[in-house]
């Protein structure tokens, strides 16, 4: 949705609307490895649509954070990034920004080891992340001068050489999961609390699918180890 609320917006949802709203919604799990969705998609859906067209666009925006199934396209997403911290920015949310910022961080150093492991290399303005300089500045270090700060770096890059971008998504879900959790704590019910909990919901949303696709690899597995059956002649 391309949707600017302009630069004096910063709460467009009275606060009542949001404490209804939240109020009305299951509490979210704790942990994400055990997490089963609070409600389902159709009535969170339906929740959602009370609100105004701004609040859902910065929502529809904001889920670009925990979208990482085009992750190889990363510096594709560049300018839908720089608008969603310019949007962001000017709504004053302050937690919500630092986490976004964060976020963006995060996506760029797996951005930046996708290409590098593809022996391809990020020019010119490919994102709007602070450590975009030090990014290239360390392009030839395994995790660009960064593996202390960002300790997760050392086993994403083994995930990326290795080709298992499953679990390098999964390692990136649940560090945002972390992150939001961290800022989930103490929020009043307001457009930020709505944000992590929408964000959230999406985590838990994505985590499932890969647990129903595992089932279903193993249950192939399963059916392809089974002898073929005898075809008796019933003629």
């Given amino acids: 949705?391309?949707?600017?609320?302009g630069k004096d917006t910063v709460l467009s949802q009275p606060a009542y609307e949001y404490t209804h709203l939240l109020a009305s919604l299951p509490r979210m799990p704790l942990t994400l490895q055990t997490a089963c969705s609070p409600v389902s998609e159709i009535t969170l859906r339906k929740r959602l649509s009370a609100i105004n067209a701004i609040d859902q666009a910065r929502l529809a925006q904001l889920r670009l954070l925990v979208d990482w199934q085009s992750i190889v396209s990363e510096k594709d997403k560049h300018s839908q990034l720089a608008v969603l911290s310019s949007l962001v920015q000017r709504v004053a949310c302050g937690g919500l920004n630092l986490f976004i910022t964060q976020v963006i961080d995060?996506?760029?150093?797996?951005?930046?080891?996708?290409a590098r492991s593809q022996g391809n290399t990020l020019a010119g303005d490919w994102t709007p992340s602070q450590l975009r300089g030090v990014i290239h500045q360390h392009w030839q270090e395994p995790t660009f001068g960064l593996g202390r700060r960002y300790g997760w770096l050392e086993k994403a890059q083994q995930f990326i050489l290795n080709q298992q971008f499953y679990?390098?998504?999964q390692l990136m879900m649940q560090k945002i999961w972390r992150g939001l959790s961290?800022?989930?704590n103490g929020l009043q019910y307001d457009f930020t609390a709505l944000a992590v909990y929408y964000l959230q919901w999406c985590i838990i949303d994505r985590w499932r699918s890969y647990q129903a696709d595992a089932a279903m690899v193993v249950f192939e597995s399963i059916l392809d180890a089974l002898p073929e059956p005898e075809l008796s002649d019933v003629s």
Avoid: G, I, T, Y
């Avoid at 949705?1 to 609320?5: E, Q, R, V, W």
């Fill in 182 to 184: 961290r800022l989930a």
């Fill in 1 to 5: 949705m391309n949707l600017d609320p």
């Fill in 167 to 169: 679990s390098l998504e």
């Fill in 106 to 114: 995060l996506r760029a150093l797996v951005a930046a080891l996708v």
